[in-house]
């Protein structure tokens, strides 16, 4: 079984030496509609099935794209956090994140150009079970907030180019 905490202070000290070959994690995959709304999607060979409710069209199969979107959010919350806790020595048993939001459709049909198609806000609430003291424990939050790669994906803007691969059929 991996040290999580000893691999946690190698990366921090590759971070450290601040060469961008040697930091970046490069991530790509698939997705591809399978049946109706229903998407399977292909990352580092493993597979996750989306959907979306049989009220929407769905096979209500899957959690939709939005829940897995706040499924990532939670899970790399979770993460950040268990690293964090790990490299510095802080106890933790469990961790578990409560995640709501709410899409508006008027943002989807493009019927208000004032309302967003994603998210307006999420709340986000983590439970940390562990023995150590409350500061040690909001340390860990402070760094969740400051150092998560999906929250920060929610929370910044980010540039996403999108090309059309058109197959004639």
């Known amino acids: 079984m991996v040290n999580l905490g000893e691999l946690m202070r190698q990366f921090r000290q590759v971070a450290l030496r601040g060469n961008p070959a040697e930091c970046a994690e490069p991530m790509s995959g698939v997705t591809r509609q399978v049946q109706g709304l229903k998407s399977e999607g292909t990352f580092g060979g493993l597979k996750i099935v989306i959907d979306e409710p049989v009220v929407f069209g769905g096979t209500g199969s899957a959690p939709n794209p939005a ?30 994140v409560a995640l709501s939001g709410a899409l508006d459709a008027r943002g989807f049909f493009g019927t208000d150009p004032s309302i967003r198609p994603g998210f307006g806000p999420i709340s986000a609430t983590v439970t940390v079970e562990s023995s150590a003291p409350p500061e040690r424990v909001a340390e860990l939050i402070k760094q969740v907030n400051q150092c998560c790669p999906v929250l920060d994906v929610f929370r910044s803007p980010q540039t996403v180019n999108v090309t059309l691969d058109h197959v004639a059929g």
């Open 67 to 96: 829940e897995v979107a706040l499924a990532a959010l939670g899970a790399s919350m979770e993460v950040t956090l268990r690293c964090y806790a790990e490299a510095q020595g802080v106890p933790v048993k469990s961790i578990s």
